[in-house]
């Protein structure tokens, strides 16, 4: 049975200092920390226009955006359910 995924709305700061907006998928009650220590070397990555694979080993940090955030940056960040992410603790 294949579950609907989530897209949650991220900010990742790479090693090199690179910084994407973009979000990470996640199934009903699942965490973005979840997929952060799954077994995979690699994320998906969804930005605006593409999905890239990002390495996790990478990765420096992750913040979960707030709502105002969201709205504020709405034109470059990929299109996610905004009933979701008002009703649950992701």
């Known amino acids: 049975m294949k ?18 907006f973009g979000g990470i998928h996640v199934i009903q009650s699942q965490r973005v920390l979840d997929v952060l220590c799954d077994e995979r070397p690699f994320i998906p990555f969804k930005l605006r226009d593409r999905t890239i694979l990002v390495n996790k080993c990478k990765i420096v940090q992750v913040d979960l955006l707030e709502m105002s955030e969201i709205k ?4 470059i960040l990929p299109e996610m359910n905004f009933e979701y992410l008002k009703v649950n603790n992701w």
Do not use: F, H, M, R
Request: glycine share 4%; hydrophobic share 20%; charged share 30%.
């Open 3 to 20: 579950y609907p995924k989530y897209c949650i709305p991220v900010k990742a700061t790479l090693e090199d200092g690179s910084q994407y």
């Open 72 to 75: 504020e940056k709405q034109d």
